[in-house]
């Protein structure tokens, strides 16, 4: 069996294992195929790029990214084909959503745009999670009010109590009433992005660019965050470990993330 000409993977809980790692030298071999052939990987993850930069940093400019949930879209020479903003009445709608909500986020709203992150002042220090948006934004910006943001916000991050998160994503959807995209990867992790974007749709950008179709495409994932794409391409996984809707709808790897599942299951091809 030959290589797809496009192989998108999600980062935590797929590609990566529980320490943010992956083996090098498979990777290294899989994409000396991709580029004897023509073909592409991407990094398909709610993560912003310099998260992806920092975890990926040996492999820089020979993978693209679908970054931020697909709100953007950059290919592995750093051009930009896609960032897709929400409006302000979105930004202030989450924040009053939040605001009014009985429980307490597990850290302060970040506002993420296509380099930096923001939070209000008054989240500062705020919630069991804090340090892991410092550790994700080591130059976190703090404000006072969201008109203080100057670019286009990609997404904003919330972390819920797990037990509450699904109730809360169906008060946020109420709220937003169709003007935005409301995800999640598990673990109370949401994320708010533009209206139809997902990780599909980021796809679809750089198939576009590149001239490829879904069906000579191969995607990895384990949330619910990762189901569109899935629906989407040619040549669908679930990890083992994915979450049990993934499991119940795609073929499976043929071991987990802490295993080398995604690129054992490569090898195959």
Known sequence: MTLPKLIAVDLDGTFFDDHQQVDAAKFTALLDRLD????????????????VDHFLAP?????DYVIQNGGQVV???????ALHG???????????TVEADALAPRHGNV?????DGYMMRADKGQGELYQNMVMEFPNLIFIDDLSEIPDPVIKIILNWPESEATPFMAKLNAELAGTAHVTTSGFGMIDVVAPNVNKAVGLQTLANHYGVTFDDMMAFGDGANDIEMLQAVGQPFAMTNAAPALLEQFPQTVSDNNHDGVLDTIATF
């Open 75 to 81: 290919t592995k020479d750093n051009e930009t084909l």
């Open 59 to 63: 492999f820089v400019g020979r993978f």
């Open 36 to 51: 004897a052939a023509g073909g592409h990987f991407v990094a398909a993850t709610g993560n912003s790029r310099d998260v």
């Open 86 to 96: 929400l409006d302000q009445l979105q930004l202030e709608l989450v924040k009053a």
């Open 111 to 115: 506002y993420s745009t296509a380099t």
